[in-house]
């Protein structure tokens, strides 16, 4: 059977996807403690390579203030770039293209991930969920211009390390979207104020990233930007502030939108009365500027069909890649019926999913995983896990 997603896709500076699945970032929280690549994650992420058009790697810190989790791959030093080029190298077998996420967690974090440190953020306001979480310290003038700096260098290293790009995490609630959002920041100065105003660390963010680019790429690369369209906050974020958004990055240097949902149908979170899919409001939005990325519960080919239907240009899947590394292959080879949809935890060392990501999809993912029933597997799973137990408490 032949799928719209895949057909080839192209971006504007020239670089061609093989086809249209994506591999959205997937955290396996199993670098070193100081954010080096560990063998484990080349491993995971070379298991999942060479049919996909496109990996999305894992989150990288650009600056020693922006960890946001114990695991967490870092690109804020030059010291950081072989490892890296280890893990390019492992995403991009057999024509896979390899694009890096980058970001800043801000007030997503706390002084114990940060080694006694305050965690930042645009403004000094605690974030409503979690209920733990701990009142950041609002970043000056001159730290601000630092972050700034750091993307654009942490962009730099992305080029030497041989990815084919970076993604710029402006979604879940981390800095980027930190800046942009009235909960997050109050701020009075030219980092603050109005919607329009509060676009300003996010713009020149994508400068920076993009000016690196022009310097140090001796070949197309790509800038890409994540958005998660609402917050549930009073004040926060809602759709008319991202369509506001969405249209800026339509007229910027960014290579294409990836939106971070649940569910790639899911219509707003504040307006019941609203029953337009967000998606559908974004595509609408960018008017063809730029190619967006549609994810959120895509599983079967169908699924991933149905989001392209919906005027995305390419699709993501997330959970689905780690329950089966082959899926492009086997649509490829007209063996869809043989894809994995359910995880048995005795499978987890096969599939290469590092321990700590075991110990995380057991804990908080454990109810989207699909994964099977078995009593005595479960059990198993359960011991195996027990001496990582308190993982997601360091979180």
């Known amino acids: 059977m032949t799928h719209k997603f895949m057909a080839p896709y192209t971006f504007k500076n020239g670089i061609t996807l093989k086809n249209r699945v994506v591999m959205s970032p997937t955290t396996t929280m199993s670098s070193f403690y100081d954010g080096h690549v560990t063998n484990d994650e080349i491993a995971f992420y070379g298991a999942r390579s060479g049919g996909l058009g496109m990996i999305i790697g894992e989150v990288a810190n650009v600056i020693a203030s ?15 770039i072989a490892g890296l080029s280890e893990l390019a190298h492992a995403m991009k077998r057999n024509g896979t293209k390899a694009v890096l996420q980058i970001f800043h967690a801000g007030r997503k974090s706390n002084d114990q991930i940060l080694r006694g440190n ?3 953020s645009a403004s000094a ?14 970043l000056t003038a001159d730290e601000i211009d630092d972050i700034i ?3 654009g260098d942490a962009t730099r290293r992305a080029i030497a390390a041989g990815f084919d790009g970076v993604e710029l995490h402006g979604a879940n609630t981390y800095l980027l979207q930190q800046f942009f959002s009235p909960n997050s920041n109050q701020r009075t100065d030219k980092w603050g104020g109005n919607r329009d105003d509060r676009m300003a660390f996010a713009r020149a963010v994508i400068a ?3 000016t690196a680019i022009d310097q140090y790429a001796d070949r197309p690369f790509l800038l890409g930007y994540r958005i998660s369209p609402e917050e549930i ?10 369509l506001a958004f969405v249209d800026m990055l339509g007229d910027s240097a960014v290579d294409y939108v990836h939106t971070s949902m649940g569910s790639a149908h899911r219509t707003s979170l504040n307006d019941k009365s609203d029953h337009e899919p967000i998606i559908a409001k974004l595509v609408a939005q960018l008017a063809g500027r730029k190619p967006l990325i549609g994810v959120g519960s895509v599983e079967t080919p169908a699924d991933a069909d149905a989001v392209l239907a919906m005027g995305t240009d390419l699709v993501a899947m997330g959970r689905e890649m780690i329950r089966e590394p082959q899926w492009m292959e086997k649509v490829a080879d007209g063996d869809e019926a043989s894809i994995r949809y359910q995880l048995s935890p005795s499978e987890m060392a096969e599939l290469k999913i590092p321990r700590a990501m075991q110990d995380y999809l057991n804990g908080a993912f454990y109810s989207v995983m699909h994964f099977t029933t078995d009593p005595e597997a479960a059990a198993d799973y359960q011991n195996q896990a027990a001496p990582m137990e308190g993982f997601e408490k360091k979180m």
């Open 233 to 242: 906050e009073t004040p926060g974020i809602r759709l008319a502030d991202t």
């Open 66 to 80: 922006g960890k946001g989790f114990e695991g967490e791959l870092s690109i804020a030093n030059d010291g950081d």
């Open 118 to 120: 305050q965690p930042v």
């Open 208 to 210: 920076s990233a993009h």
């Open 125 to 138: 306001i605690k974030a409503a969920y979690p209920a733990d979480s701990q009142t950041p310290r609002e």
């Open 149 to 151: 700096t750091a993307f």
